[in-house]
């Protein structure tokens, strides 16, 4: 028995632990510092499911030290993710063990208080006949004690992209918003989208407001989005602005390309608690 112990804990791992060599959204490596996002996260002493859960749990906030590679990919929630070990510290003592990396945040952000921000995904809901094919991003507002001030949901259409930022902005210029909170998910390849997601925080609540995308196709074609904020446009207070701008080549033969562009303008109104798209009609006349 002693024998088998010591061979157990030398630096190989059991046959059991599956390296994982794909790719995900949160690109944690060993060695990077990460954040607990679902409320409640179980440590547990294997890297799946069937590990014994030890005795405590982590709240949403808790920092992390990652401390090994991925192992044993499993599906939780509709989506996929892999095992890491980690390190963390809980009254007073320092502890390891192991993690599912989908309950960890996908990015976070600290204000001028100490509270942070951050993001992560909350379930994968599959295609149905009224639509689907949906990552349900949630965002939350905690203090420095890790308590809850705010959530905030929205649906991101996730095909292709490889990575995920977010930014906390001021207010931009709409009296009432406290921060501006911007999480993008990027495509990289041709054809993949990258969309940008926005939430007010207006001191209570977080506030729906919009996204942007910008796309292009091996250089025959783009579609790119753009957000003026009062501040940026100097118009009128409350006004936000989305910019459209498509473009198409006129001759795929030609040596040097050119683009045929098409505009558009989007208006959106701020009036203090919520944000509503300005639909403006076209008057119509006898030809």
């Known amino acids: 028995m002693l024998t088998s112990f ?16 794909g790719y995900n959204l949160w690109n944690k490596q060993k060695g990077d510092t990460a954040y607990v996002f679902a409320d409640v996260a179980y440590i547990r002493d294997y890297p799946d499911t069937d590990g014994t859960i030890l005795l405590d749990s982590l709240t949403h906030g808790t920092m992390l030290l990652l401390t090994s590679d991925g192992y044993n990919e499993c599906s939780i929630r509709g989506y996929n993710a892999p095992w890491h070990e980690v390190q963390y510290e809980k009254n007073g003592q320092i502890k390891k063990g192991f993690i599912w990396l989908g309950l960890l945040a996908l990015g976070r952000q ?39 001030l705010g959530r905030g949901h929205y ?17 931009m210029g709409l009296e009432g918003l406290q921060y501006i909170h911007r999480v993008g998910f990027y495509g990289e390849a041709c054809g993949i989208p990258t969309t940008h997601y926005y939430l007010g925080w207006d001191g209570e609540n977080f506030v729906d407001m919009f996204s942007k995308s910008s796309v292009s196709d091996a250089g025959v074609s783009y579609y790119e989005e753009n957000i003026l904020f009062p501040v940026e446009h100097h118009l009128e207070p409350g006004l936000i602005i989305k910019d459209i701008v498509q ?11 050119q683009y045929s562009e098409t505009k558009h303008r989007q208006k959106y109104s701020w009036d203090g608690k919520h944000i509503r798209q300005i639909l403006e009609m076209k008057s119509l006349s006898n030809e």
């Open 6 to 21: 010591v061979a157990y804990a030398q630096s190989d791992k059991p046959a059991a632990y599956e390296i994982y060599e």
């Open 110 to 148: 600290v204000d001028d208080q100490g509270n942070q921000f951050i993001h992560g995904l909350l379930r994968f809901e599959k295609a149905t006949a009224y639509g689907g094919n949906l990552y349900i991003c949630e965002v939350k507002y905690l203090t420095e004690n890790q308590k809850l």
């Open 155 to 171: 649906p991101v259409t996730k095909v292709g992209q490889t990575y995920t930022t977010s930014k906390l902005l001021p207010n």
């Open 247 to 257: 473009g198409e080549v006129i001759d795929y033969e030609a040596e040097e390309l």
